[in-house]
């Protein structure tokens, strides 16, 4: 038996969730953009491999949704209304945050309040199981006293209701190689979602770094629950790093952020969570750098990074740098480059502190580039529609219009990309080593089709349909259910609302 020390508590505890409410003056004041942009955006065909499936659309103005199964939904909420509620449910996770060395916290929310349990079980025999202390509907449970680089098995139980088993890989404590997935802007379509999750679920890696726009709306609780619904395998067993989006901000009502904190916060070393849109972790030989691209940076975020760039040129044995925001400083697509970060020098900042890899989204696009001797990628593709090439950035190398994600590789001073469409194809296959420039080869040699011109007189901010109109891709079903499911639901809450 690991005779280690071995602690788990509620991490809510260390940063009470109802200080989040700060947030309204550290915060909010330094959103620029945090609402949706007016110009329509523009969905361009799905690159997934299609076949024929029914064909449905669904626009997001903010704060509504409209289905064509609205029918079907109401013929199930009379089906099922009088069938009794479930003792307990577990409505989002289990699934891992604050994943490190020695901790993981355990996060999961319920339909009702109940109390929860985490069992888990560990190389050499190792096994622990804590209750809340507490019944609520959501659980942050921080488990410390685990071994570096070495594989659990967890579950959870709450009311009688218990999860599936799943598992977890520790940081390592050495500088081994290791991998992680990169994916972003995975709001708006549910079914282009669930297919790139479910090639995500069979790409190797340690966890994974998303670029922001997780949700089209991030005070929407619904689509908060789509997203855990179609990720609920991917999370439960590997770390999610996230970078908050546009989207998920909501200024200045600051329910998006304190949303987004709750599930998603960045953390200390030792697992408390930080009350800030910012942070920073390590794996193996690389600093991660998780930003709030949205920020004016003329105050704190910009000093907060100053300060751990200069502290991590003298981290024994760090080796990369990468820096992870949603609206990088390059790119060829709808957006362009984030003009703050270089009108407030954050890439000079960046360059003269090592900064060798920078991962964006924003532009819902594969772009790959090197600019101000900052090598970086735009990965936008996780769901969102598609934009088009609309200029020609200088430091653009290769561009793409696809829905996509990317494995990433680092073994010592070698980093590895390989690009993979959401039908699995690749894009290209690009490293470097140390300081050198982008090395790539070329991907699979048939093309994805080009996005077709824009829709003439379309007036949502947010046109979103699914990709291929009357096409299919292999993940609908999911996406399908999912939207049936919430269609459900909102239909049996305003039943309920009426009786009451």
């Given at each position: ?138 659980h942050a449970l921080r488990v410390d ?319 979103c349909q699914v990709p291929g109109g ?31």
């Amino acid at each position: 038996m690991d005779s280690k020390p071995f602690t788990v508590h509620d991490a809510t505890a260390s940063v009470p969730f109802a200080d989040l409410s700060d947030l309204r003056v550290r915060e909010a004041p330094q959103i620029v953009s945090a609402q949706p942009l007016p110009r329509p955006e523009t969905p361009a065909k799905s690159m997934v491999d299609t076949a024929a499936r029914p064909a449905f659309q669904m626009q997001r103005p903010r704060g509504q949704r409209h289905l064509r199964f609205a029918p079907l939904a109401a013929s199930l909420a009379i089906a099922f209304a009088s069938a009794p509620a479930a003792s307990a449910e577990i409505r989002k996770g289990p699934f891992l945050q604050a994943l490190g060395q020695t901790g993981v916290t355990v996060k999961l929310e319920l339909a009702t309040p109940e109390a929860a349990t985490v069992e888990i079980e560990g190389p050499g025999g190792f096994k622990a199981s804590r209750a809340s202390e507490s019944a609520k509907r959501f659980h942050a449970l921080r488990v410390d006293g685990l071994s570096p680089a070495s594989t659990y098995t967890y579950r959870v139980t709450a009311g009688g209701a218990q999860s599936a088993p799943a598992q977890f890989t520790t940081a390592p404590a050495d500088n081994r190689p290791f991998r992680f997935v990169v994916y972003g802007d995975s709001r708006s379509d549910p079914s282009t979602h669930a297919a790139v999750a479910r090639m995500i679920e069979s790409a190797p890696g340690d966890f994974f770094v998303h670029t922001g726009d997780m949700v089209y709306d991030g005070a929407d609780e619904e689509e908060w629950q789509e997203l855990f619904t179609i990720e609920r395998k991917l999370l439960a067993n590997r770390c999610a790093f996230v970078a908050i989006g546009n989207h998920e901000l909501t200024s200045p009502d600051p329910k998006g952020q304190i949303t987004f904190l709750r599930y998603f916060a960045a953390t200390e070393n030792d697992g408390r969570e930080r009350p800030h849109l910012y942070g920073s972790f390590r794996w193996s030989n690389t600093r991660f750098f998780l930003l709030n691209a949205m920020d004016t940076w003329t105050g704190d975020e910009k000093e907060w990074l100053r300060a751990e760039l200069a502290a991590a040129l003298d981290e024994p044995g760090l080796q990369h740098r990468v820096a992870v925001l949603h609206h990088g400083p390059f790119s060829s697509g709808r957006h362009g480059g984030n003009v703050r970060l270089k009108k407030q020098g954050i890439v000079d900042l960046m360059r003269d502190h090592k900064v060798d890899l920078l991962f964006a989204g924003h532009d819902h696009v594969y772009e790959r580039g090197e600019g101000q001797g900052i090598k970086y990628i735009v990965s936008g593709g996780a769901g969102a529609p598609l934009y088009r090439r609309e200029n020609s950035a200088p430091e653009t190398q290769a561009f793409e219009a696809t829905h996509h994600f990317l494995e990433v590789a680092v073994d010592g001073e070698k980093v590895d990309v390989v690009a993979r469409r959401a039908s699995g194809a690749v894009i290209e296959q690009c490293g470097f080593k140390g300081t050198e420039s982008w090395s790539c080869k070329t991907g699979d040699a048939k093309a994805a089709p080009k996005p077709p011109a824009a829709a003439a007189g379309s007036s949502s901010s947010c046109a979103c349909q699914v990709p291929g109109g009357s096409s299919s891709l292999p993940g609908w079903p999911l996406g399908l259910a999912a939207s049936l499911v919430l269609a459900l639901r909102r239909v049996l809450r305003r039943t309920s609302e009426v009786d009451a």
